[in-house]
């Protein structure tokens, strides 16, 4: 009785999948961008009804699968990198969301909402200015629509000010198509050019990888991060971004909504089968991001003392070696009460609070993105036994490493359900 019951659900549920929209997903899983976009359709699939998807990991220039033009599919959501690739998705006559821009503009296929890549800019600019930079640079993609208008809306906040940035010219570097980066391929002239830059100077890089790029570049060029120099980034892609030291800003755009959105104009598509035509296009939503993720290469602003400007780098660069105060003021050849004193008037905290700060900071970084034991992580950040480390993380925290740790993996848990 129970097998002919199982097998009578098994039948239903093999029913009730048929009857799912069968959706195929063209959007990349390589960058954050994408992926966060896969999020927000997951998220209107669970609160809506399911989809039967195919989906497998790509990058934005991947072309597409051969099985595609014999596809019978119900609808379609793509981000792809040439014009060659929109045509033979059209050609499909399959229910179809864009989600990269088109030379063709306003098409029935394009989804109602875009990121506000002049907000970008303007959110960059404005953390920049917060943190204390007086000049600006910009490090983008020239000729490509999104990173040209994140430089027109940087520029257009710095203009309230009076100031413009000087920018990174390379017209030779136009194309996506490339795997490297903008400014990795021009790095002999990054160097050259960042030792030009006057300082304190606070520099917006166009997406994370050139962000990442100009960071080498300016420990190429012997300029301290963020002490002279201030990079932020967008994405917040945090293999990249959090990758060697100093992490990078980054500005995180919102591409959750953007995932939902269109879903939500696939299945209004799906559902207008055969009367396409007759859903209405509406201008774009602009959506504006979310927030700046703040991390080494812009926190606390620049330093106009040369001296403490090293003595910052060096805890910074060394803190979890072990590094003491009494280390500090002999490698910089500086007596403990002028540096102190120095610390306190520019960063309004001592040597040993920025030095245990830097510790802590790279403690939850591992104790969040690794499994390493407790006893590992603090060796790892330069204590000398874990009986030290767990009040010490506890005082300035306000949680233990354990304790701190399961809460981190529980909300991030929660987030991707």
Not at 67 to 73: I, P, R, S, V
Not at 111 to 116: M, Q, T, V
């Given at each position: 009785?129970?097998?002919?019951?199982?097998?009578?659900d098994?039948?239903?549920?093999?029913?009730?999948?048929?009857d799912?929209?069968r959706v195929a997903?063209?959007?990349?899983?390589?960058?954050a961008y994408g992926?966060?976009?896969?999020e927000?359709i997951?998220a209107?699939?669970?609160?809506?009804?399911?989809?039967?998807?195919t989906a497998?990991?790509?990058?934005?220039?991947?072309?597409?699968?051969a099985?595609?033009?014999?596809?019978?599919?119900d609808?379609i959501i793509?981000?792809?990198?040439?014009?060659?690739?929109?045509?033979?998705?059209?050609?499909?006559g399959?229910?179809?969301?864009?989600?990269?821009?088109?030379?063709i503009?306003?098409h029935k296929?394009e989804?109602?909402?875009?990121?506000?890549h002049r907000?970008?800019?303007r959110?960059?600019?404005?953390?920049?200015?917060?943190?204390?930079f007086?000049s600006?640079?910009?490090v983008?993609?020239?000729g490509l629509?999104?990173?040209?208008?994140?430089?027109?809306?940087?520029?257009?906040?710095l203009?309230?000010?009076?100031?413009?940035?000087?920018?990174f010219e390379?017209?030779?570097?136009?194309?996506?198509?490339?795997?490297?980066s903008?400014?990795?391929k021009?790095?002999?002239?990054?160097?050259?050019?960042?030792?030009s830059?006057?300082?304190?100077?606070g520099i917006?890089a166009?997406d994370?990888?050139?962000?990442?790029?100009?960071?080498?570049a300016?420990r190429?060029a012997?300029?301290y991060?963020?002490?002279?120099?201030?990079?932020?980034g967008?994405d917040?892609?945090s293999s990249?971004?959090e990758?060697?030291?100093?992490?990078l800003s980054?500005?995180v755009?919102?591409n959750?909504?953007?995932?939902?959105?269109a879903a939500a104009r696939l299945?209004d598509?799906m559902s207008?089968?055969?009367?396409?035509?007759d859903?209405?296009?509406?201008?774009?939503?602009?959506i504006?991001?979310?927030e700046?993720m703040?991390?080494?290469?812009?926190?606390?602003?620049?330093?106009?003392?040369?001296?403490l400007a090293?003595?910052?780098?060096?805890?910074?660069?060394?803190?979890c070696?072990?590094?003491?105060?009494?280390?500090?003021?002999?490698?910089?050849g500086v007596s403990?009460?002028?540096?102190?004193?120095?610390?306190?008037r520019?960063r309004?905290?001592?040597?040993?609070s920025?030095?245990?700060?830097t510790?802590?900071?790279?403690?939850?970084?591992?104790l969040?993105?690794t499994?390493?034991?407790?006893?590992q992580?603090a060796?790892?950040?330069?204590f000398?036994?874990?009986?030290h480390?767990?009040?010490t993380?506890?005082k300035h925290?306000?949680k233990?490493?354990?304790s701190?740790r399961?809460?981190?993996?529980m909300?991030?848990?929660?987030?991707?359900?």
């Open positions: 009785m129970n097998r002919l019951s199982n097998m009578k098994l039948k239903q549920q093999d029913s009730i999948s048929r799912l929209p997903l063209f959007v990349e899983t390589s960058r992926r966060r976009i896969f927000g997951h209107h699939m669970r609160e809506t009804s399911p989809w039967l998807v497998s990991p790509r990058s934005l220039t991947d072309p597409l699968p099985w595609l033009d014999e596809w019978d599919g609808g793509a981000r792809v990198a040439d014009e060659a690739s929109v045509a033979r998705l059209r050609k499909t399959i229910p179809l969301v864009l989600l990269k821009q088109s030379s503009l306003h296929h989804i109602p909402a875009k990121n506000d907000a970008i800019g959110v960059a600019a404005e953390h920049l200015i917060g943190e204390g007086v600006f640079a910009f983008g993609l020239n629509v999104w990173s040209d208008k994140r430089l027109e809306g940087f520029s257009a906040e203009d309230q000010l009076g100031v413009g940035p000087i920018v390379h017209p030779d570097l136009c194309s996506e198509a490339s795997p490297e903008a400014a990795g021009n790095l002999e002239r990054l160097i050259r050019w960042i030792q830059l006057p300082t304190p100077c917006f166009a994370d990888f050139i962000g990442r790029d100009v960071l080498n300016c190429l012997g300029r991060v963020p002490e002279e120099i201030g990079v932020v967008v917040d892609e990249v971004a990758l060697g030291y100093p992490g980054s500005v755009p919102d959750v909504r953007v995932g939902r959105m299945a598509l207008a089968r055969g009367a396409v035509a859903v209405d296009w509406e201008e774009p939503l602009m504006p991001p979310l700046v703040v991390r080494e290469s812009s926190a606390d602003g620049p330093v106009q003392d040369a001296m090293k003595a910052i780098r060096l805890i910074r660069e060394r803190a070696e072990g590094l003491t105060v009494a280390e500090v003021t002999e490698r910089l403990a009460s002028t540096l102190q004193r120095k610390m306190r520019e309004g905290r001592s040597v040993h920025l030095i245990q700060e510790r802590l900071r790279q403690a939850k970084l591992l969040e993105k499994d390493l034991p407790i006893k992580v060796a790892a950040v330069g000398e036994s874990q009986e480390f767990i009040p993380f506890k925290i306000g233990t490493p354990h701190w399961t809460e981190r993996r909300g991030r848990s929660m987030e991707s359900d």
